[in-house]
């Protein structure tokens, strides 16, 4: 059984961002949706078992009911860990890796947002790292994902209406921007190869 985990954080603690409606919405609505479906598809499956990246391996390409679920499941789990109370810089071998790949973390912030914003569609923006070390920026349609691939995710981004739409309307770019300010650089961090 898949289980929906806690926000690690309060609701309300970015008030200044994204509203505790979207939250309760988002998490105990969207995320548990996502959760409550896909236990119910896998019952009495083949991959019923198996661990989450496992379930998303197995399935893409060959059941997209399952991907989709699973694939969300996933991504909101890790999308919660991304977002921190407090706000913070990233530190140590994350900014020298930043540095390396983007130039400075303020280009790096602005070719993330540039992904996040133009993303067409509902989806995904993501830092990952590839095979060889180096990080990288890509969006992913739907409930793709970079879980189950070659790509390790470092720090994600919804930019499905339902994560703004409450709070923001259609300016996305505003969204995009308050992320700055709660992002969890610790977790990104540990996310590092
Ligand atoms: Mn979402």
Known sequence: MHTLPELPFDSTAFKDWTSDETFDRHHGKHHAGYVTKLNAALLDHDLADKELVDV???SRGSDQKIFNLAAQHFNHSFFWNCLSES???PQGNLTSAIDRDFGSIDAFKEQFATAAGKH???GWAW????GDGKLKIVDTHDAETPAGTD???LLT???WEHAYYLDFKNDRGAFISGFWEHVN???VQENLA
């Open 151 to 153: 790509l390790t995710p």
């Open 127 to 130: 830092l990952v790292q590839d």
């Open 185 to 187: 650089w610790d977790f």
């Open 157 to 159: 981004l919804d930019v």
């Open 56 to 58: 998303i391996k197995s």
């Open 87 to 89: 706000s913070s810089e």
């Open 120 to 122: 067409f569609g509902s």
